[in-house]
């Protein structure tokens, strides 16, 4: 063989081994844009087709012919417009005629970007990922993917938020209250008539359970019939009586009902208020022709508002003129405090009253609002001044005329029940049996205990363990909580009489006696049970409550031969501390 034949032999042997090198190169990329089920364009510097996938023929009906290698750019983007795809048009504009040397003009500019990412929207519910990179060789690579079932998926997000907007709109301002939970019986959501009937936010109810909110007795009966319902999807109706946080009641019909599919199922409670129309226990009446009968009369219900608050507000308005209190309705009211939570207090009560309340945090803005006012023409009926705000001298004493009342809110707050905890340690030290009195920081109502843990005396044996004696209905109710929320059995005298009466009747191992009640106040009931258990030989221990803390009423509990000594507002915390010294070990006969 001569030398020029064999190299041109070499040569050709070369040519066909990188054209099969080539080849095998592409296919594993045509492959890789499968898999990836992405398309791929290239083009080189003078924007002619290198390279296009066999996926890009799935984004557009173009002639297979057009994506050979060498087409120009502007032939394949005149094939597009002429297939009707008209990629990039903002939504606004589609409807109009589009000029073709335009639209391609636009998109070879947005081909010479350095680089270009858009999701741009195909037909009416397609929608296409384009991301162009151009190297610094010239090339200009292009990727094209579907993204049609995320977008979809984005515009079912959006409109179902809107659609929970628009529902949760809808649940907020309707009059009835109404509560949802979901199939674990967890609060999903509320809304603000039944906020308004706890005095409370939607935030302290969502994501917690009844068991939370409610005694163990009315959680287990309000859950027994929640799950009754999910599980069985027959409706609930029941007639309650309700507590509001205020102390008013409330006669509501009560209806529950499963809605959602199987495996989602979601419980929704209406309470229809009938306060208006009733006149009995067992009769709701609408008119003097139309009686609506309501078999075993109105049970007791829920009755979950929050004790602490409801004492700084018992504790702020006790301080307020009750003949102001009465006749608030239609007043303009100023509020004059640097707490917050004081102002949240007294504006929402003055509000509730039909006061038109709003409030100021110094004397600044107190000087500025008068001025506003006068020059608006509203005159205000009173001012509120919290003594704690620097400066409240000045007010009282420039009132230009307005009436002024002055109240000590100390210690409302965030630190209100710590107030009452470190009070009771700090009393609870004192060696004696019965303790000095100190007098508690300036919360009027402040309560503590004031024994020592070395004189406790084991309970008689009984068929509860506390007996209450209290004549108000909300302290009734706030013991009863607290007790029930213990899980202590326990019984309600309304006074000193009927106290005396449940216990010779039940025995108990404690007794909570309140001092001020009706047809036998708590000293006289607490002498008469002294001298019973001379004869039966037991001795119950007795503890004093009372809104006050004097050394007279202390000397009197003890001469009444009383045990201990508390003052309102209670606290679960301090309930427990109290039976825990008196009723928590075995119970047994002790001779007097």
């Avoid at 993917?145 to 809107?162: A, F, G, Y």
Wanted: hydrophobic fraction near 40%; glycine fraction near 6%; aromatic fraction near 6%.
């Amino acid at each position: 063989m001569f030398p020029g034949n064999a190299r041109q032999a070499r040569t050709a042997t070369m040519n066909d081994v990188a054209s099969s090198d080539a080849n095998i190169r592409l296919g594993m990329f045509e492959a890789a844009c499968d898999i990836l089920a992405a398309a791929v364009i290239v083009y080189d510097k003078n924007d002619c087709l290198v390279f296009a996938s066999r996926q890009v023929l799935r984004y557009f009906p173009i002639p297979p012919d057009t994506l050979k290698p060498g087409t120009r750019l502007r032939d394949v983007l005149g094939a597009i417009f002429d297939s009707g795809v008209r990629y990039g048009i903002p939504l606004e504009q589609r409807h109009k005629a589009v000029n073709r040397e335009e639209w391609i003009s636009t998109r070879i500019s947005a081909h010479w970007r350095e680089q270009y990412d858009a999701v741009e929207r195909l037909g009416r519910d397609r929608w296409i990922h384009f991301r162009k990179r151009r190297l610094p060789s010239g090339y200009n690579v292009t990727t094209l993917v579907d993204v049609s079932e995320q977008k979809k998926q984005e515009e079912q997000w959006r409109v179902d938020l809107e659609r929970i907007a628009l529902t949760e709109a809808i649940l907020e301002s309707l009059p009835s209250p109404v509560v949802i939970k979901d199939r674990n019986l967890t609060y999903i959501a509320v809304n603000k008539a039944f906020c308004t009937i706890y005095d409370t936010s939607a935030d302290s109810i969502i994501g917690r359970s009844i068991w939370t909110l409610a005694d163990a007795e009315s959680a287990e009966r309000i859950e027994s019939s929640d799950r009754a319902v999910l599980e069985t999807g027959e409706p609930y109706t029941l007639a309650e009586h309700v507590i509001r946080a205020d102390g008013s009641n409330l006669y509501a019909i009560t209806r529950k009902y499963r809605i959602g599919a199987p495996g989602h199922y979601a419980l929704v409670t209406l309470m229809e208020d009938v306060t208006a129309f009733v006149t009995g226990e067992r009769t709701v009446t609408d008119t003097d022709d139309a009686v609506l009968r309501v078999p075993g009369g109105f049970v007791e219900a829920q009755n979950c508002f929050d004790p602490v608050r409801d004492a700084e507000r018992r504790l702020l308005l006790d301080q307020l003129n009750p003949e102001e209190l009465r006749v608030v309705a239609g007043k303009r009211i100023l509020v004059v405090t640097p707490n917050p939570h004081i102002e949240d207090i007294l504006v929402a009560e003055f509000k509730a009253r039909g006061g038109d309340c709003c409030a100021v945090s110094s004397v600044r803005e107190y000087d500025a609002f008068l001025t506003l006012a006068a020059r608006q023409g509203l005159a205000i009926d009173l001012v509120v001044i919290d003594d704690n705000m620097s400066g409240h001298e000045i007010i009282q004493a420039n009132s230009r005329g307005i009436a002024t009342r002055l109240i000590s809110p100390d210690g409302i707050g965030p630190d209100f029940m710590r107030a009452l905890v470190e009070e009771h340690e700090l009393l609870s030290q004192d060696g004696s049996p019965l303790g000095d009195i100190l007098t508690p920081v300036s919360l009027s109502d402040d309560w503590y205990i004031a024994t020592d843990i070395s004189t406790m005396l084991p309970a008689a044996v009984g068929d509860i363990e506390v007996l209450v004696a209290e004549d108000n209905q909300i302290n009734q109710f706030v013991f009863s909580q607290i007790l029930e929320g213990m899980g202590i059995s326990h019984r309600i005298a309304e006074n000193g009489e009927e106290a005396v009466m449940l216990w010779r009747k039940h025995q108990p191992r404690l007794v909570l006696m309140d001092i001020s009640m009706p047809v036998m106040n708590g000293i006289d009931a607490a002498m008469e049970i002294r001298e019973a258990e001379k004869l039966t030989g037991t001795r119950t221990p007795i503890v004093a409550v009372t809104a006050q803390a004097l050394n007279v009423d202390m000397q009197n509990c003890m001469d009444a031969g009383m045990d201990d000594y508390i003052t309102k507002p209670v606290s679960p915390d301090m309930i427990e501390a109290i039976y825990q010294r008196y009723a928590a070990g075995k119970p047994e006969k002790n001779v007097a």
